[in-house]
Every structure is written in C-alpha cells, then in structure tokens.
C-alpha cells in the first residue's frame, strides 16, 4: 500500500519570500512517481510538478522545484519567490508506476497563505 | 483543449433521493478517474476506466454508487439513495497515457440535507 503524509496542515508565508512544503511517503514499490498539485478555491487541482523514482535530478517546473531524497523518502515542495496568487491548499500524491498504475494516492494537503 | 469539465458545479439533495453527476474528460484522453475529496482531506480514489471499461472500483464505491463511461468518452457518477455522508467534492480527471499526470475537472460540490 502506498501511503503519503503531509504534516504541515498550515504556512503562512511572507510574500516574495521562498517556502518548503513537507512531503513523506511510504511504498513498497521500486518504481513510482510524486507529484504536486495545487487546489485553488475554486477547488481544481492543478498540476505544478513531477518527480520519478529513478530520476537522478530534482525536478523544476519554473518557480517551483522538488527536493527528492529517496532514502528519506521525502519529495519536499519548494515555492521561491511566494506571490499572493500561491496562496491555495497544495497535495502532494504517488503513483506506483508498475503496479497500481491507474491512481494516485493523496496526502491531506497544506493550506498556503501567502500575506503581503 | 478546452480541459475536463463537470456538470453540475453544485448539488443539493435531500437524503434518500438520486443523484447523478457528469464528467467530460478531455476529448483524446482514454483514462478517465472519479475521485471523493471531503473537507480538509485530500482527494481519494472511487474508480477508474480505460476507454469504456472500469478496470479498478475503490472499496468506498459502495452498492448505492454506479459509475458508467458507455462510448468512451464522457462518464457518469450516479448515487442512489444519498446519505448525509455522501456530502462531499467529486473530483473527475483524465489522462492520456499510463503514469501520466492527471487533469482534473473543478469538481460537483454534493451537499446532501
């Protein structure tokens, strides 16, 4: 079974500063992905970043980038630049990428609130 | 690409009537997944199709919730016989290839009185 957890259940961040959202994950699969979604109040999800098991670079998707240490088992969020648009609920989620392929498993997400 | 969209935004119900919601998944996309998210969790799985097969059903799509993708193409979610707990945001999204990420539509918000 796939399992995520997300301590964070709140940030508040000042705006134009960087931000790390936590990330651990448990799986007994050797291939699987991680991702990051960000959920708006107009509910949403939308896709801001993926990282594969056996990628040997962190993966960086314009402002945002993901801090994978595999043997931690942790793939961390990093938001630089916080703008007040960032300010949302944000999941993170995996996939087995050969065994239970067809969903992701969600973490209970970190409500971001970026102040000005 | 006009996105996954979902019809309705919003649904109220009183308990014990039928619902039914709808799910557009983007027009080459051939994954479609419903998903349940309550308030403060993160979404959870309720089932999946590979054109019009369902080839996975999560153990919380209980006897009262039917899914269906006829053609292929868009989806319905239906739930007989509602309960105050079925109160919830239903998630469609959809994908083009296995291990793709996945475009998700803004959900139907279920309230159930």
């Known amino acids: 079974a796939q399992k995520i957890t997300q301590t964070q259940p709140g940030m508040f961040v000042q705006e134009k500063e960087a931000v790390t959202l936590d990330c651990t994950y448990d799986?007994?699969?050797?291939?699987?992905?991680l991702f990051w979604y960000k959920q708006p109040s107009s509910g949403e999800m939308i896709f801001l970043i993926y990282?594969?098991?056996?990628?040997?670079q962190n993966a960086t998707e314009g402002r945002y980038s993901l801090n994978f240490q595999k043997a931690r088992k942790s793939a961390n969020l990093v938001i630089s630049a916080s703008q007040l648009g960032d300010s949302a609920m944000y999941f993170c989620?995996?996939?087995?990428?050969?065994?239970?392929?067809?969903?992701?498993?969600f973490g209970q997400g970190t409500r971001l609130t970026i102040n000005p | 690409d006009t996105g996954v969209s979902q019809d309705p935004r919003h649904k109220i119900t009183k308990r014990g009537q039928n619902v039914t919601f709808r799910c557009d998944p983007i027009?080459?996309?051939?994954?479609l997944y419903w998903y349940r998210q309550t308030l403060g969790q993160g979404p959870e799985f309720l089932t999946y199709?590979?054109?019009?097969?369902?080839?996975?059903k999560s153990r919380l799509l209980s006897d009262r919730f039917s899914a269906e993708r006829p053609k292929g193409s868009f989806s319905t979610l239906e739930i007989q016989r509602t309960e105050q707990g079925d109160s919830a945001m239903y998630l469609c999204?959809?994908?083009?290839?296995?291990?793709?990420?996945?475009?998700f539509g803004s959900g139907t918000q279920l309230s159930v009185l």
């Open positions: 999204a959809s994908s083009l290839r296995r291990g793709e990420k996945l475009f």
């Open positions: 990282q594969g098991s056996y990628d040997e």
């Open positions: 989620a995996m996939r087995g990428i050969i065994q239970g392929a067809q969903k992701l498993v």
């Open positions: 027009s080459e996309h051939n994954r």
């Open positions: 199709f590979q054109n019009e097969a369902q080839l996975e």
């Open positions: 799986t007994s699969d050797q291939s699987y992905g």
